[in-house]
């Protein structure tokens, strides 16, 4: 007896991301596609196979990408708190 999967070309079973059409309403169920897609992570996987990148240069990026955030967090509190700091002259 074989236990191996038998999957018939008539079978209703879907796979992947699928949207059903509804009332031939095809642009309500290309943005639910397009919210399902973003979701999944999709474009973005595609996005970082196009290239390879190397690893130090993925750590650069997310290192580089992590101090912004935090610039950006002390910016807004200082804004918050009224201070603004003053401007650095260049020689």
């Known amino acids: 007896m074989n236990n ?5 070309k008539e079978s209703n079973d879907k796979q992947g991301l699928t949207v ?4 031939g309403d095809f642009n309500k169920a290309l943005r639910i596609f397009k919210k399902k897609v973003q979701e ?19 750590r650069k990026k997310a ?16 804004e918050q ?3 603004t700091p003053q401007s650095k002259k260049h020689k």
């Not at 059903?20 to 009332?23: A, D, F, L, P, Y």
């Not at 474009?43 to 240069?57: A, F, G, L, N």
């Open 4 to 8: 191996k999967k038998r999957f018939n």
């Open 20 to 23: 059903e059409v509804r009332n």
């Open 40 to 58: 999944a992570g999709v474009i973005q996987e595609i996005r970082e196979r196009q290239h390879y990148v190397k690893p130090s240069e993925v």
């Open 63 to 78: 290192k580089a990408a992590g101090r912004a955030r935090w610039l950006k967090k002390l910016r807004k509190t200082e």
């Open 81 to 83: 708190l009224g201070y």
